[in-house]
């Protein structure tokens, strides 16, 4: 009876060290941003998913800047753009607004929904483009048509804005059109944890953590950086 006793608590012991050992990475994983003196300015990109995030909170607690969706792909307008657009101004943060490129949809229509959806405003950081693939979208149009649809696109919204388009690239999208080495923009690139290295040009931007969970905002979270 002792030695059953025994190894139902060895087997507990090792249970609560697993959980434990789980929840050390996982509180790793999800509180983890690259440290400040390397990157001073780091700041959150937010969707509908975030719910109403606590812009005065996240001021406050080391949010520089905000890029809020504008849009998304084939789904159209996000409706937390304008709630959020007017929380970020409210709480003093930089903010942008970022569309996410959809390539099964023309770049004109796109970027007339972009106009009249993002209000022109001099004090916003330059328009960011994400460009990825999405399960909404199975084309695979050629590169030169991408290019060109592209090149439409951040004509038309950039003589909105007023400024040059930020490129949000990911690496898939990256490797298939090799978009860095044909359009001179600020360069934007993904990596969970890790430095990306997979662009022609240097990247500006990085999202370091896509899994940052913080106090004052819904779910996981976007968390980029500046370089220097």
Same mark, same amino acid.
């Given at each position: ?20 050992? #789980?929840?050390?990475?996982?509180? @790793?994983?999800? =509180? ?23 812009? #005065? ?8 800047? #905000? ?77 030169? @048509? ?15 804005? =007023? ?36 662009? #022609? ?10 899994? @940052? ?5 819904? =779910? ?9």
């Amino acid at each position: 009876m002792a030695s059953v006793v025994g190894r139902h608590f060895r087997w507990i012991v090792v249970a609560v060290v697993v959980f434990l050992g #789980a929840f050390a990475v996982w509180s @790793l994983v999800t =509180g983890w941003t690259p440290a400040r003196d390397e990157y001073p300015v780091q700041g959150v990109v937010v969707a509908e998913a975030n719910g109403a995030p606590q812009w #005065a909170k996240l001021g406050a607690t080391g949010v520089d800047f #905000a890029y809020i969706t504008a849009v998304e792909g084939a789904r159209g307008r996000d409706p937390q753009f304008e709630t959020n657009l007017e929380g970020v101004k409210q709480a003093g943060i930089r903010f942008g607004a970022l569309h996410h490129f959809d390539i099964c949809r023309l770049a004109s229509d796109q970027a007339m929904l972009f106009i009249t959806t993002v209000p022109r405003n001099p004090a916003a950081l330059p328009p960011a483009v994400q460009l990825d693939f999405s399960e909404n979208c199975t084309s695979r149009p050629n590169r030169a @048509l991408i290019l060109s649809e592209l090149a439409t696109f951040l004509n038309l919204i950039e003589a909105h804005s =007023g400024s040059p388009a930020v490129l949000l690239l990911t690496a898939d999208f990256e490797k298939e059109y090799q978009v860095s080495s044909a359009i001179d923009r600020t360069i934007w690139l993904e990596r969970d944890w890790l430095l990306p290295d997979y662009s #022609a040009r240097p990247w500006v931007m990085w999202t370091a953590n896509s899994r @940052l969970r913080i106090e004052g905002i819904e =779910g996981p979270v976007r968390w980029a950086v500046v370089r220097k």
